[in-house]
T-cell receptor, first 115, second 110 residues
């Protein structure tokens, strides 16, 4: 099946720093990717839809200036958590779909801890 | 109201038991439906797609009722390895926006 990778798999940073997370579709091109956040013992919450070559679409309540999304190519989307704070500590997961695929595939996730 | 709602958990069952999970969705225009399994601190993995005609994969059976906007998953002969969180997933039209239910935690005990 299709493969989606994320990098880094985990990151620890100080409060106030910015963290970039990459999501790559390894064997297919994805015009659309999705970014999710999951807090402990909760489900995945859709943060935004990343569109190749255009602006991302953010879900209600998600600050676009806080979570910068760039989808510069058909195989790469990046999520930058700007000026991270401890409350941003979470599990961030991306997903992508093959153009004619039957289901979304998920990256392995990035665990962010902000001290 | 949440777009996708699932049975609250956790379900604690003995090995060999049959367990059923239910899920409802609010958007009648939703196109695709899935059950995903998520193990602790891992990404979701597709368990099975759900079709109106119903589908079965070994011990797992999924059903979709479009009229009632209801999805179900039945697990027969539960194994210890079935312990996980089961996520009901609905995909909406136009862009394949994927919405997850809150998940139902299953514990299968010896």
């Amino acid at each position: 099946g299709a493969v989606v990778s994320q990098h880094p798999s985990w990151v620890i940073c100080k409060s106030g720093t910015s963290v970039k997370i990459e999501c790559r579709s390894l064997d297919f091109q994805a015009t659309t990717m999705f970014w999710y956040r999951q807090f402990p013992k909760q489900s995945l919450m859709l943060m935004a839809t990343s569109n190749e070559g255009s602006k991302a679409t953010y879900e209600q309540g998600v600050e676009k200036d806080k979570f910068l999304i760039n989808h510069a190519s058909l195989t790469l989307s990046t999520l930058t958590v700007t000026s991270a704070h401890p409350e941003d500590s979470s599990f961030y997961i991306c997903s992508a779909r093959e153009p004619l695929g039957s289901q979304p595939y998920f990256g392995p996730g990035t665990r962010l801890t902000v001290l | 109201r949440k777009e996708v709602e699932q049975d609250p958990g956790p379900f604690n069952v003995p090995e060999g038991a049959t367990v059923a999970f239910n899920c409802t969705y609010s958007n009648s225009a939703s196109q695709s439906f899935f059950w995903y399994r998520q193990d602790c601190r891992k990404e979701p993995k597709l368990l099975m797609s759900v079709y109106s005609s119903g589908n079965e994969d070994g011990r797992f059976t999924a059903q979709l009722n479009r009229a009632s906007q209801y999805i179900s998953l039945l697990i027969r002969d539960s194994k210890l390895s079935d312990s996980a969180t089961y996520l009901c997933v609905v995909e909406n039209t136009g862009g394949f926006k994927t919405i997850f239910g809150a998940g139902t935690r299953l514990f299968v005990k010896a």
